[in-house]
């Protein structure tokens, strides 16, 4: 990996804190978290930036199409490469980076 290129994880609140029901999602998340900073250790003295971010919505893949069917079409968000939602808050994780 070059020096200066960035590393963006994607995670969500279940990281930080857990909810009833979902104790295996939550420690996988938090998991996610704690690796993400370890690389970020590891990783930062060479010039290569880790960023966790942090999507508290449920994005538009055909599994969670499949699993709620009944909600409607602006209860997704569109997924995180897509320049009109996520990947326009990671292009700014990622230019602020090259400024750091």
Do not use: W
Request: aromatic share 6%; charged share 20%; net charge positive.
């Amino acid at each position: 990996m070059l020096s200066g290129s960035p590393i963006i994880v994607t995670g969500n609140t279940s990281a930080l804190r857990g909810k009833a029901d979902f104790a295996g999602f939550a420690s996988t998340k938090a998991a996610q978290r704690i690796l993400s900073e370890s690389i970020a250790r590891d990783l930062g003295p060479r010039g290569i930036h880790v960023g966790y971010v942090l999507i508290d919505a449920v994005i538009d893949v055909p599994r969670m199409r499949e699993r709620l069917p009944e909600v409607p079409e602006e209860f997704f968000i569109k997924p995180p490469l897509s320049p009109t939602n996520f990947g326009g808050a990671s292009m700014v994780c990622v230019e602020r980076v090259s400024t750091a």
